[in-house]
């Protein structure tokens, strides 16, 4: 897609939304195109959002500037750690206040009125929640004016929406005739008041214990070959889905928290993309916890593969 055709897309949407509405046009450098976006014009107290797309790139992304009133670095980042994946922020002391610029993207080869609305929901209900820290002042980039915002005005459930979910990449490990893995637990995940500070995405993740517990002898197999050669530790091959006749046809789609790919199945490498919520793919082959899925324009990678339900 065209950049004036991506526009024009988001533009309907927004029109046949009566919960969105297009506030202005406006003029970023470097950008193929910038505009003013309200979200939760339905409510008392609607969201001021920036859509953009850069010059050249494969995303559009949804952006909020918040100033909140006094120090609230620590509650800024507790807040975005407690949200999505896909929405991120960067928090800074800014004299006597506390900048916050959150924002969130949906790639080109995903996107649909179904994702974009949604990564506007999840950045309007941010910027929500980062107003409420702010008791009395906030401030939007959007058009520069001040807004009173009490925090009785804010949803009195202050909480996110549903329990976030923390993507930790693992380590596939060397297949045992005798003995198969099983994952610990995943740890619970607290709410804002208690909630840990975030992982940037980038950097490698505690790789989780297995416990081996002995089974049968599993029956012997033929592993696929590989059309490139790959350095990593031997896994159990398991047979990759049968591709539907006539081309790639969709198995899976990325859940809502949306799923980080890397290049490789190996966690020390780095992540190459965030996968958006909804985005539909197709599962080319599983080994052991990692699976290799295929987008409807031919892009290739590897994901947590038990968090789609195709691996152990």
């Not at 050669?229 to 899976?252: D, F, I, K, L």
């Not at 916890?289 to 038990?306: E, H, L, Q």
Request: negative net charge; aromatic residues 6%.
């Amino acid at each position: 897609m065209t950049p004036d055709e991506v526009k024009q897309s988001i533009t309907t949407w927004c029109s046949s939304d009566d919960d969105l509405e297009i506030a202005s046009d406006r003029f970023e450098p470097g950008t193929d195109f910038s505009f003013g976006l309200k979200a939760g014009t339905l409510s008392s107290a609607p969201v001021d959002l920036i859509v953009l797309k850069a010059d050249g790139a494969d995303r559009v992304t949804i952006r909020r500037s918040v100033t909140l009133t006094g120090d609230n670095v620590d509650a800024a980042n507790q807040l975005i750690a407690s949200r999505p994946g896909s929405v991120t922020a960067s928090v800074e002391r800014s004299g006597a206040d506390t900048t916050v610029v959150a924002q969130t993207y949906v790639y080109l080869d995903g996107l649909s009125k179904h994702t974009f609305v949604q990564a506007v929901a999840e950045l309007a209900r941010t910027s929500t929640l980062l107003d409420a820290i702010g008791g009395v002042e906030t401030a939007s980039a959007v058009d520069q004016e001040a807004a009173g915002v009490a925090s009785d005005a804010v949803d009195a459930d202050a909480e996110p929406d549903s329990t976030p979910y923390v993507d930790t990449p693992l380590t596939p490990t060397p297949a045992v005739a005798q003995s198969t893995f099983q994952p610990s637990p995943s740890p619970s995940i607290p709410q804002p008041s208690s909630i840990p500070s975030g992982i940037p995405v980038g950097q490698p993740l505690p790789t989780p214990s297995f416990t081996p517990q002995p089974v049968q002898a599993q029956p012997a197999y033929t592993p696929q070959p590989m059309q490139q050669p790959y350095q990593a530790q031997p896994v159990q091959a398991q047979p990759a889905p049968q591709q539907a006749a006539g081309g790639w046809a969709p198995s899976h789609s990325v859940p809502p928290q949306g799923l980080r790919a890397w290049g490789a199945p190996d966690p020390s490498g780095p992540v190459v993309a965030n996968l958006a919520p909804g985005l539909p793919i197709q599962v080319a082959e599983v080994r052991g916890a990692w699976a290799r899925v295929i987008c409807s324009n031919g892009w290739t990678g590897w994901i947590d593969g038990r968090i789609i339900g195709v691996a152990a």
